[in-house]
């Protein structure tokens, strides 16, 4: 355990402001006033930083963790998810679940042994933190970049493997560089 | 008291049993709950005050127990006061907490270390790099894990990022408890600039999992040091702005000024620490006293005030924006080349292009994902400077992947203490600019 610091030089004393009320206060009801009046006039030639949404999406940048996505291989167009149940290890919230079955000959559905038959995730536990996207040793789940994701059941809101095989209806657009 | 026809029987057993068992083992919200029977608040006087002629109460001076909460919008959160007034002024002050209790600590006893990360960031959800700091220092000190000085200054960047961001967020409901709307909208603005920046570098814009044991989780992308800079240019001119608004305008001079006065020897007996007793002037900053996370590099001065009013309280956490932004300069300036996280394969993951090709590194994985690492026996405590005061954690492991017990020193919880020393005898409006200056955190005090 270190010493004790005393911070001696190292102090700022704050302001104290002038005592409100008497002679003062009269004036100040009138000058502080016009001087924030000019301070918040003086806004009136900014841009506002509002969006316009729902019009306008707020774009989001390249790092955002959204709605989850399966990803498939492009050219096989074979599902990357092999039924490991990672992602179902690592999620705090227990949330997702995956039922594993067999590749067969005649139905090939991933790339290797086995497939998630089943892979359901549980929107309204996901806490969005991407330890399953972590997790994933073969980059089959990801974060997309939506965040629009309300509805009005709870049981629409177990995303089923099909939901997260396909893309969402509305992209939400990327940050442009620099911005 | 307790006939006014809303008593249960399961209510009287236990007043039965108050009898014979002692006192101090009775949880005494229930005692105060029970001294206000709402069917008997209309007919009956309460204790101590006087009947006109007429028989019924004095409205004059009445003493009357109102309820301030748990949804109220000055309380900041699911507060419950239990106020009692005279006319307008408040002669006691009573908190109930505990409506938006969320079992965390509970929680994480059932978590592997790494996934605990996700639950304590959501106790004080303003401070959320706070919690995964405090939470990741106890379990490095127990694993004797050094962490890179990259990621210490990452740490320290974002954590004050997230100082700004915070006691930006109190500016704005502060003052717009007093009327000052301007304000909320002003603060909000800014606050985004810095939630900007933690959504470029974590990718969430709260709770963040950035922190992990052992470093931080990626590295920051590129262009994320420029976008700062150009934050932290921008920032002063705003915080004039607010000055030119607040610091000499007559209303909010006669709200805050000489009003929740608490003397510093109080405040320390109560065991209050942050903005609220640096205002009385006692220079206590962990940040200074005890230095983590290269803090000791920095050159920076702690803000006090002199008399301890509300007053100086806005005035010592908008200077300690300023220090802040004085820190995230330097740290940006003087960032050190090198790994972001620790290089001990046994705490942190492997870099994602060796799972292709370093079979080492898939079993890595593979275990700490599904097992986590383990820690040696032991206890840990850590305590760092939050924006509202001291924020402690103590972890305790039992040799497991899993803490054993994981408990916050929440500085809401603490300060929320000193509230009755701050409001009572004043009139209910100051009292309520005193909730606003005060600063709490409903999510950290239940926890």
Redesign the interface.
């Given at each position: 355990m270190p010493e004790p610091h005393t911070p001696i030089d190292d102090v700022i004393t704050v302001q104290r402001g002038p005592e409100p009320g008497g002679l003062g206060g009269a004036y100040r009801a009138f000058g502080a006033t016009l001087r924030g009046l000019r301070t918040t006039l003086g806004r009136v030639a900014e841009k506002p930083p509002t969006y316009q949404y729902p019009e306008e999406k707020t774009p989001v940048y390249p790092r955002f963790r959204g709605r989850h996505k399966l990803q498939r291989f492009e050219d096989t167009g074979l599902e990357k998810c092999v039924g490991c149940s990672l992602c179902v290890a690592a999620c705090p919230a227990e949330c997702i679940r995956v039922v594993a079955a067999e590749n067969t000959p005649d139905n090939q559905v991933s790339a290797g042994e086995r497939y998630a038959a089943v892979y359901e995730i549980n929107m309204t536990r996901c806490i969005f933190c991407g330890y399953c996207e972590v997790a994933c040793p073969f980059d089959a789940i990801t974060m997309g970049n939506d965040y629009e994701m309300a509805d009005y059941h709870r049981s629409d809101l177990i995303f089923t493997k099909e939901m997260l095989l396909a893309d969402a209806i509305e992209k939400t657009p990327l940050r442009r560089e620099g911005e | 008291m307790t006939d006014g026809g809303l008593d249960t029987p399961g209510e009287s057993q236990s007043g039965a049993r108050r009898t014979d068992g002692p006192a101090a083992l009775l949880p005494p919200y229930r005692e105060r709950e029970e001294s206000i029977s709402l069917g008997t608040l209309d007919e009956q006087p309460v204790s101590g005050t006087e009947v006109d002629i007429d028989g019924g109460p004095d409205r004059e001076t009445e003493l009357m127990t109102i309820n301030l909460g748990p949804h109220h919008p000055a309380t900041h959160g699911v507060l419950r006061l239990l106020c009692t007034l005279e006319g307008e002024v408040v002669r006691d002050i009573k908190p109930l907490i505990g409506y938006v209790h969320t079992g965390i600590e509970k929680s994480c006893e059932d978590?592997e270390y790494w996934?605990?990360i996700?639950?304590v960031e959501r106790m004080d959800y303003l401070a959320y790099y706070f919690n995964a700091q405090v939470y990741c220092m106890s379990v490095e000190t127990l694993l004797e894990e050094e962490v890179p000085p990259r990621a210490q200054y990452l740490r320290v960047i974002h954590m004050e990022l997230n100082r700004i961001a915070s006691h930006l967020f109190w500016l704005g409901t502060a003052a717009l408890d007093i009327g000052a709307i301007?304000m909320l909208w002003w603060a909000l603005?800014e606050r985004?600039l810095m939630l900007?920046l933690f959504?470029?570098?974590?990718?969430?814009r709260l709770?963040t999992?950035y922190f992990q044991v052992g470093g931080v989780f990626e590295d920051i992308?590129p262009?994320w040091e420029?976008?700062c800079r150009r934050a932290l240019e921008v920032m002063p001119a705003r915080l004039d702005?607010y000055e030119?608004?607040l610091?000499?305008?007559?209303i909010w001079?006669?709200r805050m000024?000489n009003t929740g006065i608490v003397a510093r020897e109080e405040l320390l007996a109560l065991g209050v620490t942050g903005p609220l007793l640096r205002a009385t002037?006692e220079?206590w900053?962990l940040r200074?006293?005890?230095?983590y996370s290269s803090y000791g590099d920095f050159q920076?001065?702690?803000?006090?005030?002199?008399?301890g009013d509300n007053?100086?309280r806005y005035?010592?956490r908008l200077?300690e924006i300023r220090e802040s932004l004085k820190i995230v300069e330097q740290a940006l300036d003087g960032l050190p080349e090198g790994p972001f996280i620790t290089s001990n394969r046994k705490v942190a993951?492997p870099p994602r292009h060796e799972?292709a090709t370093s079979m080492e590194a898939?079993i890595h994985?593979?275990k700490l994902?599904?097992e986590g690492f383990r820690v040696p026996p032991g206890e840990a405590y850590s305590a760092i400077e939050s924006p509202r005061g001291e924020l402690g954690c103590y972890v305790l492991a039992d040799g497991s992947a899993k803490p054993s017990r994981v408990h916050m020193r929440d500085p809401s919880f603490v300060n929320l203490q000193s509230l009755k020393a701050m409001g009572e005898n004043s009139l209910i409006a100051d009292f309520i600019a005193c909730i606003a200056m005060l600063d709490p955190i409903l999510g950290g005090i239940d926890r």
């Open positions: - | 978590q996934k605990a996700t639950f301007t603005r985004d900007d959504e470029m570098s974590s990718g969430q709770h999992r992308p262009g420029a976008k702005q030119a608004l610091d000499e305008n007559e001079l006669q000024k002037g220079p900053d200074k006293a005890m230095p920076f001065r702690i803000p006090v005030g002199t008399v007053y100086d005035r010592v200077a993951l799972l898939l994985h593979f994902v599904t």
